[in-house]
């Protein structure tokens, strides 16, 4: 009793020195595009752009407790749907012996894959913030965890639907002509709809296994061109869907292999997708305390070339440098190949830490579009050099 | 004749009864595991000052929890508080005595759970001159071990030992360990890399005892020979026995560790 006391007491005074604390990062980012625009009403050269994210985190209850707010807000310099404020987290947390209960906007990911993240489906893609789609919009909901010797079972109620953020008429990185903002749901609630989904996850010594159902509306708009009076528009389209995924990752020492693998009924024809390979790591590599990881992965998706996605069937293949110096020094770099035809997707990422609280990062993306009309055509002339720099706190 | 048999006997039993000193150092291997046995869980706060050649300095900070796994090596979870851009980071580890660990990173940025490549034993543990191998659980199977002589550091006697790697993936061919005869921790140990010459020492100092058992350190200082970097490692605010669980090591708390 005593004994429970005391741990009780060091584990409340250990609370009471975290409560209530501010974290976070303001950024300047700087976009350099090499080509010019393809649509005259986009803008042309470099855009500037501010960001900024504070985290605002206090426990109590000895740590059981727990209230997240992260407000995100951006702004930049030409394109107005790129300038945006949202909350991507404001959840209160409530742990108990096995299980933990989640109720507010918070963000989820799922998955093991580097090139895509086919199973991740909880929270809409942020797309207007980074082409790589990484990026989400916080998502309510009311989340229960069950932590079980057989697993770990977690079961959503995501109440409301966030569309898809895409870039303005003056952005790049868009569709040509850009999508309309008259979004179509399939559902008569719209973006009320209420979605369920749950995940079961379990690791067996070196797999990591992850089965999960989501039914609801798709993250992924379809794009329909319409004919109206004003002409041809691009309206997204949100069908209700079925989605069940698969995702597994088998850790062999140096050799990572992954697999995700999801099957979805509702948007339009039912159909399947796979990611799936390996990272291999070389460690130490030219007697230096650098890391070099290469990446393989094959994406595929059954709907052949009317996918809506770009990566039908594709490879990817990459590689990642971690310098393990005081300034964490990184570079990741990779290439999605169209099996099919010639086009070619290449990307870097580098960063680095100057001082204590600073953040440089390099991206670049550049995008051989091998024929008119393929999926990236629209954005052919989009080759972006991005740099930013952040201030953490 | 007899007489003969009579020496062999002599000898024979003399070679029973002395020492080699492979079994010596085990022996002190096996006690050292014994006096550390029984503390069921722990945490404590660390600060680790990386110093480069020119005397620059980095900071890092951070939190570690560790669950005592009998026969098997300890869980173990560690959250990162400093640099800011790493804030909310964490680790999670399951050593094993042979077998490869299994390690989970969670990124806070993209809240994402990766469980990574093992093979990392020897690599720089957040950019500073400790490995990931010479901050995991020291199990008695791991090593094998070799008794050289007595001598004290600073004033305190010590066994002298070499330590040899058993498991796959360290960086060391062998480190050289003065373990205090009255704790039975060490109190300084010299690493050998992979061509067997002088990489790092580690000293050790500010032993505490806690629950009247468990001696805990206050600083380790590691200088690397090689590079003349340095980092020296600070804890504080120990804790045992808080009644720590499986549940509170597995990768749902990992996701929540702050």
Redesign the interface.
């Known amino acids: 009793m005593i004994?429970?006391a005391v741990?009780c007491a060091?584990?409340f005074g250990f609370s009471q020195v975290?409560a209530g604390e501010w974290?976070g990062?303001v950024a300047a980012e700087y976009r350099g595009f090499t080509q010019s625009k393809l649509d005259a009403e986009q803008f042309d050269k470099s855009s500037l752009s501010l960001s900024f994210e504070p985290e605002f985190?206090h426990?109590w209850n000895g740590?059981d407790d727990?209230f997240t707010f992260v407000p995100f807000a951006r702004w930049d310099e030409h394109d107005s749907q790129r300038s945006h404020v949202d909350i991507r987290e404001l959840v209160w947390?409530h742990?108990a012996?096995?299980w933990?209960l989640r109720v507010g906007i918070d963000?989820?990911?799922w998955g093991?894959t580097e090139s895509q993240h086919l199973v991740d489906i909880i929270n809409q893609t942020d797309l207007v913030e980074n082409l790589d789609g990484?990026q989400k919009l916080g998502q309510a909901m009311l989340s229960l965890?069950l932590?079980k010797d057989w697993g770990?079972l977690d079961l959503y109620v995501l109440p409301g639907f966030r569309e898809r953020t895409l870039p303005g008429k003056d952005g790049r990185f868009r569709s040509i002509p850009e999508v309309d903002d008259h979004t179509v749901y399939e559902s008569g609630a719209k973006d009320k709809h209420m979605d369920y989904a749950l995940r079961w996850?379990q690791?067996f010594?070196?797999w990591?296994v992850g089965i999960s159902h989501f039914y609801g509306t798709s993250r992924e708009p379809r794009i329909i061109p319409t004919v109206t009076p004003a002409g041809l528009r691009l309206v997204p389209y949100y069908d209700i869907i079925n989605q069940t995924g698969l995702d597994v990752?088998a850790?062999f020492?140096?050799?990572?292999w992954k697999v995700e693998v999801i099957h979805r009924s509702g948007q339009g024809e039912t159909f399947n997708a796979f990611t799936g390979g390996f990272?291999y790591?070389f460690?130490?590599v030219m007697d230096t305390?650098a890391?070099f990881g290469v990446i393989a992965e094959y994406l595929y998706d059954d709907r052949g070339t009317n996918a809506v996605t770009a990566f039908e069937n594709d490879i990817f293949v990459g590689g990642r440098l971690a310098m393990?110096?005081?300034?964490?020094s990184e570079l990741l770099f990779g290439i999605i190949s169209d099996v099919n035809n010639r086009t070619r997707f290449y990307n870097i990422e580098a960063s680095r830490?100057f001082?204590?609280?600073w953040?440089l990062s390099l991206e670049g993306r550049f995008i051989s579009a091998g024929s008119m009309g393929g999926p990236f055509s629209s954005i052919r002339k989009d080759d972006v050099i991005q740099l930013e720099l952040?201030r953490?706190? | 004749m007899k007489k003969l048999s009579i020496l062999i006997l002599i000898l024979s039993s003399a070679f029973a009864y002395a020492q080699t000193p492979e079994e010596k150092g085990l022996e002190i291997a096996i006690e050292a595991d014994k006096r550390d046995q029984g503390f069921a869980d722990s945490s404590s706060k660390m600060t680790m000052t990386?110093k480069?050649a020119n005397g620059d300095e980095?900071?890092r900070k951070m939190r570690s929890k560790t669950l005592e796994v009998q026969g098997d090596g300890d869980k173990g979870l560690t959250i990162f508080d400093?640099?800011?851009?790493?804030?909310?980071t964490a680790f999670l580890s399951f050593t094993h005595v042979l077998d490869?660990d299994?390690q989970w990173l969670y990124l806070p940025a993209?809240?994402?759970?990766?469980?990574?490549?093992?093979?990392?034993k020897?690599?720089?543990f957040m950019?500073?001159e400790f490995a990931f191998e010479d901050l995991s659980s020291r199990e008695v199977e791991k090593f094998s071990y070799l008794y050289l002589k007595d001598e004290a550091v600073d004033g305190e006697d010590a066994f002298v030992i070499e330590v040899r790697p058993n498991y796959?993936?360290s960086?060391y061919t062998r480190s050289v360990v003065w373990i205090s005869k009255e704790k039975y921790q060490p109190l300084k140990i010299d690493y050998y890399d992979r061509k067997n010459s002088l990489l790092k020492t580690m000293t050790v100092s500010g032993y505490q005892q806690y629950l009247g058992q468990y001696w805990r350190p206050d600083v380790m200082v590691m200088a690397n020979h090689q590079t003349k970097k340095e980092t020296r490692l600070d804890f504080a605010d120990y804790?045992f026995?808080?009644?720590l669980s499986e549940?509170d090591f597995?990768?749902?708390s990992l996701k929540?560790a702050?």
């Open positions: 004994k429970t741990s060091l584990l975290k974290s990062y985190y426990s740590g727990s947390l742990v012996q096995d933990e963000k989820v990911f093991v990484e965890s932590i770990v996850g690791t010594d070196d990591d990752q850790t020492d140096e050799w990572l990272e790591t460690v130490g305390a890391d393990n110096d005081a300034a964490s830490r001082g204590d609280s953040v952040a953490h706190f | 990386l480069n980095s900071i400093q640099p800011a851009d790493i804030k909310g490869a299994d993209l809240k994402r759970v990766k469980r990574i490549s093992s093979k990392n020897s690599g720089p950019g500073s796959k993936y960086g804790k026995k808080m009644g549940r597995n990768k749902s929540r702050r």
